[in-house]
């Protein structure tokens, strides 16, 4: 499965997270550890979800505000 040029909407609760950044994982968006089994290079992000909120995360990977959607994939080149 690879990146989608949309972000992913997810309702969280506190706690931490592990988001996928090499758009491979079948859980998404969080990491299954596919970046480790498809040799991406990349590794997931940790990150602490501090209240109970929706969410809005990255999945073209191209974001500059990691895990999260920052509207990249919309900005044309």
Known sequence: MAYENSPIFTDETPGKKFFCTCGE??????CDGSHSSKNTGKSPKEFTIEEALRYVVCDCGRTGNSPFCDGTHSKTK
Do not use: G
């Open 25 to 30: 994982s079948a859980t998404k968006p969080y």
